[in-house]
């Protein structure tokens, strides 16, 4: 991966915002990032649709091309991340999603209900398209996301940047 390519791993969590819980998963959504030659940032915001649109959008202005959301992706009442995200894709890539939850299976079967997506926001105006992920809020759900993801990242930003293909 391009050393300058920048993302920001937005944890989704009410316990987390009120310290109630470690960051563990967005700890290791940086690490792996990091080590596939990512420059991150990490921010965390409660479960609230209005706070979630505006930390995307801030990342999306401060440069970063990859926004990975963590929790918020089950089917609770505060589960809302999918939704929302979804609303400011201008597409989705479905079969992202679908191989997560495959592999999340394997080893949690709660990841059957998980409702992880993957998508792109194109602007319109000169900002490159930002590749957009939605991922579980646990370290399994996080690592799945990014064993799938990892391999064809920089094909991602190929095709986003209009590289032959």
Not at 121 to 143: E, M, N, Q, Y
């Amino acid at each position: 991966m391009t050393p300058s390519l920048r993302a920001t791993v937005i944890r989704v969590s009410d316990e987390l915002v009120g310290h109630l819980d470690d960051d563990r998963a967005g700890t290791l959504a940086e690490s792996l990032l990091t080590d596939l030659g990512v420059e991150v940032s990490r921010v965390a915001v409660p479960d609230d649709a209005g706070l979630l649109v505006a930390a995307v959008t801030s990342a999306i202005a401060h440069g970063s091309r990859l926004v990975m959301t963590c929790g918020g992706t089950g089917i609770g009442a505060k589960d809302r991340t999918s939704d929302v995200v979804s609303g400011l894709l201008t597409f989705q890539i479905p079969g992202i999603a679908e191989e997560i939850r495959r592999r999340g299976i394997a080893h949690a079967a709660p990841a059957l209900i998980s409702r992880e997506i993957a998508g792109v926001i194109v602007s319109a105006t000169d900002t490159p398209a930002v590749f957009v992920l939605c991922a579980p809020g646990t370290r399994g759900g996080v690592k799945d996301t990014l064993d799938v993801i990892g391999p064809v990242l920089p094909y991602v930003f190929q095709q986003l940047d209009a590289a032959e293909h």
